[in-house]
């Protein structure tokens, strides 16, 4: 059958993939505060030092620490009090020897002291003298000037997914106005088939069933950080489909044909693929499961995908190559959260040479994370629905033994 | 000192706080396409059956079973090709006893027929007649109606996170239009300190700091599946935060003040929720590190939360405390990716008595992950910045061994 003529295996499939698309999305400026979730677009320094002056990290005293060595309960330290430091405002004193002022959490140490006494570790007589029961060494509860950071370190790489840490890192350094970050990838989703209408057909007619692939993979596009456009359903007509996708084709940086599971729709599709343009088709097949007949091109530098018309194979192999395109497109690696480790409840047969993707559930055994596949064929939408996320059985083994750990990506 | 008055593990902390919020959000219609990652207000149940018809799984030709027994390589079945069921229409044939009719993978098993030969195990010598090298169990490659789901099954529950395979689920079923789900939980942010300045503030005076925390919580908000409210800085003036907590509290599902981490400006941010109304102040202080001074308030059956001023204790409190609160006022709970088990790479001691949380970056090692601390001090955002989250030290434990399983909650 000659879509199987060239299946490879999901990794390599994905590399020869990649090293056709040179597409990339451009860069936008966006205000830090709207920035999450989203991939910078270069590398970002820290214009200043954080924090820009020294800081007490405790309500004390701001000390000479030579003023309290050998301090203890039985012969306390006396100090003469000063004055107060005040929130928000420099120092108004300058700390000499025997003297001391008080200051509050993040308060600006004043000159001349460089430690802070807490305050459960003094002793209030006076508005004039406090004693010391503790002595302090030089720096201690105290922020040193860029401390955090120093003026002029790398603080994001290009390529980072900005988490919200990443934004109030920004902000302390003043950078907030705006920040370059890549553009989201916009997505155009096609399904094809005689058979398919519209979700909100009410009455169907016999042999009909609804288009709900390009719902399923426009839910993942968003998850993924792209944008998406869902363009009417094509019949299984060549000029049709050809006619939609030139169509599509500028205002996208990919497009993803969910294609009828027969073997005519598939090789209608790949056709089409060719005829749009060089290189054209680059992987017809996957040693997958579920999910083979999958279809990675390149046009104009541009990924395009033809997904298999069975909704779980879809997902599964959208989730496999279109995923991790979004970010590649970004100039980025996917997100961490999207992966995890999880022990198999049974043992799980395989084949060699193919990698099998099992929708499982996820349930927690004596602090362990446990995956339980939910069996079902790759037909039946409710076979995912409860599902956490597919669990891979590796390409070369027979399969995994019950209490295996494997890796499970989330949906 | 009398905010410590009251310091009591986070998970009974929690329990103590949400006795006595009342609060829900209210109920939205959605079009389905646009409900992914919100949380159904209902059980949602099948309006019919899926499939509504017998489908083929298979390109090949429909057939009576008991027309194929006994038949092998040697001595096949031969039976009469009575037409072609095509994609979206009924089948137009009946098949009888010795013959079939050739169907597409997802075309309408016809009537008479109980079994689909695949293409592979069949030999055609004209359009007339075909040659089957197989015998077919009845029911073979065919998807029954109702197989997927049956009318009338729930297929959500209430309060379940919408998830990209839902929406196909629910599209299958001609559930289209619109669908009941919880508002996303609006809420207000607050800093308040003398010392600080909004983030765009470019020439800091000594003293000065930029407001973090109001941009890393709001991250946190979304990320959680809520709106938020930005408001302008407060001064540490009691009368000054009580005008703007009340001004701001019924647009609001949730209340957020971070305070300044000076003992004086949590009291007054303990005061001012004392004040606003019943119950008030119900925890004030955790134990756990950092951020042992956090403040969980009810007012009128609404969370009101007081974080501390350091940024990474804020980041932390408002991940155990307020990114729950978002889901359990959708009536929910946490998505299940936002915690993942990992491995310490080194020892690291605790304090029975003391749940601690310490940000750590995550590695892979043979197939595990584990989890590495970042240490650095609590006021320092950078020690954040490049850490995937939290691992959590338990409460009744004195620290965790290197090579323990422990949980990760992620940022």
């Known amino acids: 059958m000659a879509e199987f003529f060239n299946v490879l295996p999901p990794d390599e499939a994905r590399a020869i993939w990649w090293a056709q698309v040179t597409r990339r999305v451009d860069v936008e400026m966006l205000p830090t505060h709207e920035s999450l979730g989203r991939v910078t677009a270069q590398a970002i320094h820290s214009p200043e030092a954080l924090p820009a002056f020294k800081r007490s ?5 701001a000390v000479r620490a030579a003023d309290t060595f050998g301090a203890s309960d039985s012969l306390p330290a006396y100090l003469d009090v000063i004055g107060e430091v005040l929130m928000g405002q420099a120092a108004a004193v300058t700390v000499g020897k025997g003297q001391t002022a008080l200051i509050h959490t993040g308060g600006m140490v004043p000159d001349g002291a460089d430690a802070v006494v807490m305050v459960e570790h003094t002793q209030s007589f006076s508005d004039q003298e406090i004693e010391i029961h503790k002595p302090l060494a030089s720096g201690e509860n105290v922020l040193q000037t860029g401390e955090d950071v120093t003026q002029g370190a790398e603080i994001l790489p290009v390529g980072h997914r900005i988490q919200p840490q990443d934004i109030g890192a920004l902000l302390a350094l003043g950078l907030a106005d705006e920040i370059a970050v890549m553009q989201r990838p916009r997505v155009s989703l096609f399904s094809t088939g005689d058979e398919l209408v519209t979700p909100d057909t009410q009455n169907l007619q016999p042999g009909q069933i609804r288009d709900i692939n390009s719902g399923t993979i426009q839910a993942l596009c968003r998850r993924a950080g792209a944008e998406t456009q869902l363009h009417p359903i094509v019949r299984d007509q060549p000029d049709a489909l050809y006619a939609a996708l030139t169509e599509a084709f500028d205002d996208a940086d990919m497009l993803v044909v969910t294609a009828g599971s027969s073997v005519s729709a598939r090789d209608m599709t790949a056709d089409t693929f060719n005829r749009m343009g060089a290189p054209g088709v680059l992987v017809h097949g996957v040693a997958a499961r579920p999910g083979k007949p999958t279809i990675l091109a390149v046009v104009d530098g541009k990924p395009v995908i033809g997904l298999p018309g069975n909704p779980v194979s879809a997902m ?44 499982v559930k996820l349930v927690q055994r004596e602090g362990e994370i446990w995956a339980e596949p939910v069996f079902g064929k790759s037909n039946l939408i409710f076979t995912l629905v409860g599902a956490a996320g597919l669990l891979k059985v590796p390409l070369n083994t027979t ?8 890796e499970v990506v989330l949906f």
């Open 316 to 359: 599964v192999m959208f989730t496999l190559f279109g995923v991790p395109a979004i970010s590649y497109l970004m100039n980025t690696a996917l997100p961490r959260q999207n992966r995890m480790q999880a022990r198999a409840t049974v043992n799980i047969p395989s084949v060699a040479g193919r990698e099998d993707h099992v929708p």
């Open 57 to 61: 990290t405790v309500d004390g005293y």
């Open 399 to 406: 399969g995994l033994r019950e209490g295996a750990w494997a």
